[in-house]
């Protein structure tokens, strides 16, 4: 069975709402974790960062601050909440918009930081940066949570399909 690219980007967003979920769960099993400033700095982070590009893509205002102060609890609130909001821009996507080039208003400010000319990126594009940065903080966070003395949840993608691609399960 050949699945498609939008379909494989559903499921992605999918897996990614599962897999920040099952973060969450981790934290709350190891109460010591969400006072944890590497743990809490890594997640608002994450969750900041998608929110940027979720506003950037539905032409919203986006606030940088948006997470800066938000304690575990909140925190996880949030998330469960961005990724509901996620979900429906997903469910909305057509085949030809992943053709789509989106502007981002900080990506020139960013490359002449690093030194080097950003190019134009397409929605596509966009949405692997959006998963593989959230799969690299979740990772870290998860490294953390085994430095504190506790085992983290299993997270990967292929764990996610084994298990029958389940929905996220937050708390809230």
């Known amino acids: ?7 494989l980007f559903r499921d992605f967003a ?3 709402e ?3 979920a099952m973060v969450f769960s981790s934290i709350r099993k190891y109460p010591d974790a969400g006072n944890d400033e590497l743990v809490l700095a890594k997640l608002r982070h994450s969750h900041m960062v ?9 032409q919203e205002p986006f606030n940088p601050e948006v997470t800066r102060s938000l ?6 609130q949030f998330a469960m909440n961005l990724h509901r909001r996620a979900a429906s821009y997903h469910e909305a996507l057509e085949p030809d918009m992943l053709d789509t080039v989106i502007e981002l208003p900080w990506a020139q400010q960013f490359g002449e930081k690093i030194g080097f000319k950003v190019r134009k ?14 799969t690299y903080h979740r990772g870290q966070v ?6 504190l003395g506790t085992a983290p949840s299993m997270t990967d993608f292929i764990a996610w399909v084994w298990t029958d691609k ?3 399960s937050w708390q809230g």
Do not use: C, G, K
Request: glycine share 0%; net charge negative; no cysteine.
């Open 50 to 58: 998608q929110q940027a590009f979720l506003d950037v893509l539905e």
């Open 121 to 134: 990126t397409t929605l596509a594009e966009l949405l692997v940066q959006i998963f593989s940065h959230t």
């Open 142 to 147: 998860n490294a953390r949570l085994r430095e």
């Open 166 to 168: 389940p929905a996220a």
């Open 18 to 20: 599962w897999a920040d």
């Open 14 to 16: 999918r897996y990614t």
């Open 71 to 76: 304690e575990m609890p909140e925190l996880e």
């Open 1 to 7: 069975m050949m699945m498609d690219s939008l379909s």
